[in-house]
């Protein structure tokens, strides 16, 4: 009988203890294909990517880190098969707008150079003109973005084409005339966040960390409230910044709350990748 007890119990304390080691299993599962499909991604095998994402997911439903991975890299692959559809997209720009923003937040600027070049030929404005800009900043060819921003252009250039263009000037030791360029950026009383960003770090590799964390403050002050943590870290993790970024003015800039009222944001890294852009005061 003592036996008997005992081989019941045992088996009862091993029927209690399983859910906790399947999920154990499951957590450990989906880290371990969610860190396949980072892998995969940086080498831009985006099917591949996806599939680990995917499997990741269902091994953790509950974890909304990885949930939000693999639904933005679902949405990636799509918009990436519309823009190769044999009839142009209406909506191209906005989806080589948004392909762009997730190329850059993932480290792939291989990618974002490509689609750059694409957007010029099928778009032939300004904006994509400067998306190939960073695009081709981010790769490290600083080269290719002064040749390319120096050349005439038959569409309008902007803000963004002073600043990415200051900025290759600086990689290029060419200070004094980033300096005379950084003087003619204006930039607009409602300018969207990102292009404060960018006016920001243009002023961070010239040394004006007062100028730049002029720029910060207001941007992160436009910037949705779920957004905003991401958003400081790529401020914090840029190289561009890095010569400011411990100054007393970054600091304090760096500690800038959002002045937009929370929304169902959904608390993605990006408004220009979110599908419900142009619904919240951050989208706008």
């Not at 997911?57 to 991975?69: F, G, L, N, V």
């Not at 300004?126 to 060819?141: I, T």
Request: aromatic share 4%; hydrophobic share 45%.
């Amino acid at each position: 009988m003592r036996s008997c007890f005992v081989a019941l119990t045992v088996a009862f304390l091993g029927m209690c203890l399983l859910p906790t080691t399947v999920l154990a299993d499951d957590a450990l599962n989906a880290t371990m294909l969610h860190a396949e499909g980072k892998a995969l991604l940086a080498k831009a095998d985006f099917e591949g990517a996806l599939a680990r994402y995917l499997a990741a997911a269902r091994a953790a439903p509950k974890s909304q880190a990885i949930t939000q991975d693999a639904r933005a890299l679902k949405r990636v692959v799509a918009q990436r098969k519309a823009l190769d559809a044999p009839k142009q997209h209406p909506k191209w720009e906005g989806i080589a707008m948004s392909l762009h923003a997730y190329y850059l937040r993932e480290g792939l600027p291989a990618e974002a150079v490509a689609l750059g070049r694409r957007g010029v030929k099928v778009l032939k404005n300004g904006a994509a003109e400067a998306r190939l800009a960073e695009g081709l900043l981010e790769a490290g060819r600083h080269d290719q973005v002064m040749t390319l921003l120096a050349a005439p252009a038959t569409w309008k250039r902007a803000e963004r084409h002073v600043i990415f263009h200051g900025i290759a000037l600086v990689r290029a030791g060419q200070v004094d005339k980033a300096t005379a360029l950084a003087k003619t950026l204006k930039l607009p009383a409602k300018a969207d966040p990102r292009l404060l960003r960018d006016g920001a770090r243009l002023h961070a590799v010239l040394g004006n960390e007062t100028a730049a964390a002029a720029l910060l403050v207001r941007a992160f002050e436009t910037t949705p409230v779920a957004n905003l943590p991401a958003f400081k870290k790529q401020v914090r993790t840029h190289a561009d910044f890095g010569p400011v970024l411990a100054g007393p003015a970054m600091t304090k800039a760096m500690t800038t709350a959002s002045k937009l009222k929370p929304t169902s944001c959904s608390g993605g890294t990006d408004c220009g990748s979110c599908p419900s852009r142009g619904k919240c005061g951050g989208g706008k």
